[in-house]
């Protein structure tokens, strides 16, 4: 066997050990292969499905082909971009149930139950040019997702919830995997929360949200079923609640509203086709404002659930959020080289800042409400005035881009990919105050409870830190992956 063949093997043997699925199935097997053909693998079909047998305690068939499971995070990655309300290629709308069964502009039975070899969808997927086959302009779906979407046919082409008119992707939403009870490997950590009085740590994990001790780095419990990654948590002022901005990269985006002491994931108030970045509570905790990857913002009211505003000015991802003090302005940071300020009333502009001139990752209002910090990849902090957006003053010195920043009363904390914290005087100039050092990966998470006076990072390689602020020493280090032992005094400066 060729070296990058055996390597293949091993690889898509190991992520079926990394993400310890109680009983891995045939359903899992699209997502591999489809990731494996991401990677441009030369690897025997025939192979890829031999490993994965190894892998699998049930084998093939140990559970019947699962609409909400197996399908619709196929038809949802790979279909609704080009089929949908707004875009209807063909005439034809994928986006639920109900309108992917009733035909396009052709005419024909996308779905004829029990007859694969009569469905349009079957045909189109298994054309033999590819001006006819579908997904165009894009490479065929792999045999394994094509056999289930025919085995899917054959046995009924039924749906288990009987939400035929739901969006794909909130159906996705609803059938998320479980959590490995341990993990086998640490993974990223890309958010971070204290909870109202400091004692607890709330992070990211692989389809959960894991809370932590703050004292001793000991787990104290584990709320499932959110989408693949957390990019982002807020708590609610009081303390009551939690937001959790989590995603699948291309195919999923969620926000969800927790009991933090609860052990499910709450209320969903919403989902989009790609994944959801960042949460920010305003101070009186009633509004919640969410960005994603599908460049949108939008304010939930809290109590209600319901969605009060939907911001499309940005033309990428929105990265950043922050309210300012009265929750009448709302700053964003975006991937499209802006920051912004807009109205919380209407959503209109008020101000935009383009001296970054590069994507900006973070941003956050000074405690005075007039002026506003941003950083990103452009290696620099900024602090400008909110209505006229112009510079005041400008941090540099970063050795690599800027991921994330938390503001207190008078200072800013910001971490970067060079793996250090900085914090900055924020009363008139930006002046750097202390560095915070031990980190060994790149850190992508930020916390601050000020009335302890404690901050907390996370970086790539799972570490979580906490430090004290004043003395910038590190007090403890952990790593958040439950079933990962790494607890120890942390005395970095």
Request: hydrophobic fraction near 40%.
């Amino acid at each position: 066997m060729r070296f990058d063949v055996l390597m293949e093997c091993f690889w898509t043997a190991q992520e079926a050990r990394f993400l310890a699925l109680p009983c891995l199935e045939i359903g899992h097997l699209p997502s591999i292969l489809t990731r494996m053909q991401t990677r441009r693998s030369s690897l025997n079909m025939l192979r890829v499905v031999s490993v994965f047998l190894c892998a699998t305690a049930g084998g093939w068939g140990a559970q019947p082909v699962s609409f909400v499971r197996d399908i619709a995070p196929v038809f949802a990655a790979k279909c609704v971009t080009c089929h949908n309300k707004e875009k209807l290629k063909g005439g034809y709308d994928m986006e639920t149930f109900e309108s992917l069964m009733r035909p396009g502009e052709s005419k024909d039975a996308p779905v004829v139950a029990e007859h694969p070899e009569k469905s349009k969808i079957v045909q189109l997927l298994t054309a033999k040019d590819e001006d006819d086959r579908m997904p165009q302009k894009s490479e065929a779906l792999p045999p394994g997702q094509i056999a289930l979407i025919q085995e899917w046919i054959r046995s009924g082409a039924g749906i288990e919830r009987g939400q035929g008119n739901v969006p794909l992707h909130t159906l996705i939403a609803t059938a998320h995997p479980a959590p490995p009870e341990t993990y086998s490997r640490p993974v990223p950590i890309r958010s971070l929360a204290f909870n109202a009085d400091g004692t607890e740590l709330a992070a990211g994990g692989y389809h959960e949200v894991t809370f932590w001790r703050a004292e001793d780095g000991k787990l104290l419990r584990r709320i499932p079923n959110v989408a693949q990654q957390v990019y982002g948590i807020a708590y609610a002022p009081n303390g009551k609640l939690i937001a959790v901005a989590s995603g699948t990269p291309g195919k999923l985006g969620q926000i969800n509203l927790l009991d933090p002491a609860g052990t499910n994931a709450g209320r969903m108030l919403g989902t989009a086709r790609d994944a959801m970045l960042v949460a920010c509570f305003n101070r009186a905790g009633d509004r919640l404002a969410v960005g994603g990857a599908d460049n949108t913002i939008r304010i939930y009211d809290v109590e209600s659930g319901k969605q009060e505003l939907m911001i499309e000015q940005h033309a990428d991802w929105v990265l950043g959020l922050s309210f300012n003090n009265d929750s009448s302005l709302l700053a964003s940071a975006s991937r499209d080289k802006t920051a912004r300020v807009f109205n919380t009333t209407n959503g209109e502009l008020e101000s935009t800042y383009v001296t970054h001139n590069d994507a900006v990752f973070a941003v956050a209002f000074a405690a005075d409400g007039k002026r506003v910090c941003s950083a990103g990849r452009d290696k620099a902090l900024h602090l400008w005035d909110v209505k006229e957006a112009k510079k005041l003053d400008e941090a540099k010195g970063y050795e690599a881009e800027v991921l994330r920043l938390v503001a207190g009363s008078n200072s800013v904390f910001t971490c970067s990919a060079d793996r250090k914290i900085r914090q900055h005087s924020v009363n008139k100039k930006l002046e750097l105050v202390r560095t915070f050092s031990g980190h060994e990966d790149i850190v992508y998470a930020l916390a601050l409870h000020e009335s302890t006076g404690r901050l907390a990072s996370g970086s790539f390689d799972g570490e979580v830190r906490i430090w004290e602020v004043e003395s910038g020493k590190g007090i403890l280090s952990f790593t958040a992956a439950p079933g990962v032992k790494a607890v120890r005094s942390a005395q970095a400066n």
